[in-house]
């Protein structure tokens, strides 16, 4: 079975940068994705990308901010997130894609925005 874990949460202020990244056990040639959850709203697709690295798509409201990137080696995916906003703030979730969605998902990571 699939495990995905991530870790990198944290609270910083506005205009600050972390690093989230996601472990994945078992085979890992699959796209990948990141999304978050704010207190009170639905999941919103934040990054996503192909098993070779070589495509990337992201969400308007963090382009330009956030870089997502993998390392198929140590089975890692990971979501560089510069210049913060409050508006940031969500559980961050990573996610496997597998046949024609995101089964996947792992447990979720806090990131915390103060102004």
């Known amino acids: 079975q699939v495990q995905l874990v991530e870790s990198g949460g944290g609270l910083v202020q506005a205009g600050g940068s972390l690093r989230l990244s996601c472990v994945a056990s078992?085979?890992?040639?699959?796209?990948m994705g990141w999304f978050r959850q704010a207190p009170g709203k639905e999941r919103e697709f934040v990054a996503t990308?192909?098993?070779?690295?070589?495509?990337?798509d992201y969400a308007d409201s963090v382009k330009g901010r956030f870089t997502i990137s993998r390392d198929n080696v140590k089975n890692t995916v990971y979501l560089e997130m510069n210049s913060l906003k409050p508006e940031d703030t969500a559980v961050y979730y990573c996610?496997?894609?597998?046949?024609?969605?995101?089964?996947?998902w792992g447990q979720g990571t806090q990131v915390t925005i103060s102004s």
């Open positions: 078992g085979r890992t040639m699959y796209n």
């Open positions: 990308i192909n098993w070779s690295g070589s495509s990337r």
């Open positions: 996610a496997r894609w597998v046949g024609r969605q995101f089964a996947d």
